[in-house]
């Protein structure tokens, strides 16, 4: 049986949960659920904090975890990612008072305050950078002001939240994040986790994809195709009129309003385009 972690509470939790939930697995009805067993995929669910989960997978205690990237490089836990989610997307990032510091190199001999102490003396050590890391948990934003710290290291998704407290960011990123299925580094994959992929990798695909019908002369079916080539090729099917073929493939969600148009304009009719819920590639 397959033993899965995942996130028990928060944004990354919810959007978890939904992906799972489109794949097919049970879901947890209360919040105060801690372990979900699902007798038809074979499957335990186990719900944690997110930061708890690479720990687990990592020494091998469960087969495998929904969690953030960043999350699983700062554990420093034997685990690896197998799959980006594509959601839960954020930045690392070092800030500080406004032109204070250009780059990484600025930093040496300096504080810097995280939350993510780990990732961050990775990151200063791969470039060269000896500066004294303080840890905290949670905000980060008031340590420069409290005098903890000359610069700090946080996630950032909009930079909001360090604008209003009067600091901005600089250099390169350190890390772009977002969620991701994880297993215990150099293991094999557990009964259950390559089925888990697929089907995930399925969802994905469906949540970037629509699926285009619509109906064309045959003197024109290259242009069309042209427009919408599909995956693998659309399924071009004769119409029970003469000199005309019905067109199915799948095309990207983003932009389909303009696929539509660029169909239009060379003679197709009757264009829908639906919602497409999970597929095997």
């Known amino acids: 049986m397959l033993r899965l972690a995942v996130p028990n509470k928060g944004a990354l939790a919810e959007a978890a949960q939904t992906l799972l939930k489109e794949a097919g697995y049970r879901h947890r009805k209360d919040s105060k659920e801690l372990v979900v067993v699902d007798p038809d995929n074979s499957c335990e669910l186990f719900f944690l904090r997110p930061r708890d989960i690479a720990v687990y997978v990592g020494e091998g205690t469960l087969d495998g975890?929904?969690?953030?990237?960043d999350m699983l490089y700062d554990s420093g836990a034997p685990a690896e990612e197998i799959l980006p989610l594509g959601f839960g997307g954020s930045t690392f990032r070092f800030a500080a008072k406004p032109g204070e510091f250009a780059s990484v190199q600025d930093l040496k001999g300096l504080?810097?305050?995280?939350?993510?102490?780990?990732?961050?003396?990775?990151?200063?050590?791969?470039?060269?950078?000896?500066?004294?890391?303080?840890?905290?948990?949670?905000?980060?934003?008031?340590?420069?002001?409290?005098?903890?710290?000359?610069?700090?290291?946080?996630?950032?998704?909009?930079?909001?939240?360090?604008?209003?407290?009067?600091?901005?960011?600089?250099?390169?990123?350190?890390?772009?994040?977002?969620?991701?299925?994880?297993?215990?580094?150099?293991?094999?994959?557990?009964?259950?986790?390559?089925?888990?992929?697929?089907?995930?990798?399925g969802v994905l695909v469906a949540r970037d994809y629509v699926m285009i019908d619509y109906d064309m002369r045959a003197e024109q079916i290259e242009k069309a195709i042209?427009?919408?080539?599909?995956?693998?090729?659309?399924?071009?099917?004769p119409l029970h009129r003469e000199g005309w073929v019905a067109v199915r493939a799948m095309v990207r969600r983003k932009g389909h309003q303009q696929v539509m148009d660029q169909l239009w304009e060379i003679g197709a009719r009757a264009i829908f385009v639906t919602d497409i819920y999970a597929c095997r590639l």
């Open 226 to 237: 042209a427009i919408t080539p599909g995956i693998e090729g659309p399924t071009v099917s």
């Open 111 to 201: 504080r810097i305050a995280s939350s993510y102490a780990g990732l961050l003396e990775k990151h200063l050590a791969d470039a060269g950078v000896d500066a004294r890391v303080i840890k905290l948990d949670g905000a980060v934003e008031t340590a420069i002001r409290l005098g903890v710290a000359d610069a700090v290291a946080d996630v950032v998704e909009t930079g909001t939240t360090l604008r209003n407290v009067g600091l901005e960011v600089f250099g390169e990123p350190i890390m772009r994040s977002e969620a991701v299925l994880i297993k215990q580094a150099g293991a094999p994959q557990a009964n259950g986790l390559e089925q888990l992929v697929r089907r995930l990798e």
């Open 65 to 69: 975890g929904i969690t953030g990237r």
